[in-house]
């Protein structure tokens, strides 16, 4: 998986330490049953629900992309099956995940216990507001299409912190956004390429 469709495609991913990330993880165990079988294809599989889990590329590239740093605090929005925060945590044991599905939040939750990810803590609620009482994050990740970038999840970005999110709706391109915060607190942002991803729930459909 990692050498035929990660580390040979573009934008390509460089970081060593990603690559070996996506070889530990057993992604198998984190798909249904009857989809095993196709856990490492160069594919999203559903979860349930209505959600997936990103293919493998995907989740490498913006694994990639929010440089995480040994002993980084990083949120994400979107636990699903845990697959995602099981790869960020063999990068860093401050791995905090949000899903607000709670079927899919416990299972996830249990999964990752069961697999000896232990130090990623998991919770059940909105992703749209954040985590605020762990924040500041050096790293936010958020694995849902949001209409807009949620100002909460900005709030809680720390100093030199990134955030990666797909922004658009289900009915137009969306775009995989790298958004930055420096140390005086401007935030840029800059496109990585159109991707699909299932759409955020919750508050962020009323509106902003």
């Keep these: 998986m990692v050498r035929t469709q990660i580390a ?3 934008p390509a991913i460089r970081d060593a330490q990603v690559l070996e990330a996506m070889r530990q993880v057993p992604r198998h165990l984190f798909v249904p049953f009857d989809l095993q079988r196709l856990a490492y294809a160069d594919r999203p599989l559903p979860i349930g629900h209505g959600q997936t889990i990103s293919q493998p590329y995907i989740v490498a590239l913006m694994t990639d992309a929010l440089a995480v740093k040994p002993g980084a605090k990083i949120l ?3 636990t699903g099956s845990g697959y995602q925060a099981a790869v960020l945590s ?3 044991p401050r791995v905090f995940t949000m899903e607000i599905i709670r079927a899919l939040g416990e299972k996830a939750g249990e999964r990752l216990q069961k697999l000896d990810y232990k130090t990623v803590r998991g919770r059940v609620g909105d992703g749209y507001f954040g985590w605020p009482e762990e924040a500041p994050f050096d ?3 958020v694995t849902c299409a949001a209409g807009h970038i949620p100002p909460p999840l900005v709030e809680q970005l ?3 912190g ?6 658009g709706s289900i009915f137009q391109v969306q775009r995989l956004l790298v958004v930055t915060k420096d140390n005086q607190g401007k935030v840029q942002t800059h496109e990585l390429l159109p991707v699909v991803f299932v759409p955020m729930t919750g508050a962020i459909q009323k509106g902003p």
């Design 158 to 160: 720390g100093s030199g």
């Design 76 to 78: 994400e929005i979107g």
């Design 90 to 92: 063999e990068l860093t």
């Design 139 to 141: 790293g936010i990740i």
């Design 8 to 10: 040979s495609r573009r």
């Design 162 to 167: 990134r955030m990666v999110i797909p922004v």
